[in-house]
């Protein structure tokens, strides 16, 4: 399995130290680097399964997404045009507040992939905290409306702890537009 960070690389011993912490795995794993990417070898399939469709790993509020490895991902790195982030909503009205009400706001953002503890055993009701996969295109509304039956209309606030760096010249995660090398400057 492969590791990428979508922007800066982060130290390996950090990396390391913070999986050790969050993969709860029954064997040994080896892990290698080279300047962009993070390998992983696993003596167990079942380590590897869970590691591999658990949820999205953040290390220094910074996404490290886990794929499987293959020839294309290390040439194709810079064509994800996906990626997890988690999004803070609030003022959720108590009747939305179930799994399809949560999964119902959320979708408007993106692709609901999980949710948080206390979102989840819902112990915290002031704000719902979900991973969201977002697509490149996303534009990270800061409020979301809703009809709730007759004429109210509820608003729901969005926050973004972390945004991935987007570029709206070539489509792609990464590294903002000012930054872009396909871009065409003025003289």
């Known amino acids: 399995m492969v590791g990428i ?6 130290p390996f011993p950090l990396v390391k ?3 050790e912490k969050t993969w709860k795995t ?3 794993y080896e892990i290698s680097t080279d300047d962009d990417l993070f390998y992983f070898k696993f003596s167990n399939d079942e380590d590897r399964k869970t590691v591999l469709e658990g949820e999205p790993i953040f290390v ?3 996404i490290f997404m886990i794929r499987q490895w293959s020839e294309e991902l290390e ?9 997890p982030i988690w999004v803070k909503f609030s003022a959720v009205p108590k009747q939305l507040w179930t799994r399809r009400g949560i999964s119902m706001i959320a979708s408007r953002i993106g692709k609901p992939l999980s949710w948080d503890v206390a979102t989840k055993n819902r112990q915290r009701l002031n704000f719902a905290r979900v991973c969201v996969e977002v ?4 534009k990270y509304p800061k409020s979301l409306r809703f009809k709730l039956g007759g004429d109210r209309i509820a608003t729901v606030g969005v926050e973004y ?5 987007t ?3 070539c489509k792609r995660f990464g590294h903002n537009t000012n930054k872009c090398p396909n871009r065409v400057n003025s003289v």
């Open 167 to 169: 570029c709206t010249v």
């Open 161 to 165: 702890p972390w945004t991935p760096p």
């Open 60 to 62: 220094a509020d910074r």
């Open 5 to 10: 960070f979508i922007d800066k690389r982060l």
């Open 75 to 83: 040439y194709q790195r810079s064509l994800i045009n996906t990626i």
């Open 17 to 19: 130290r913070i999986l």
């Open 135 to 138: 697509n490149v295109q996303c």
């Open 26 to 28: 029954t064997a040994s």
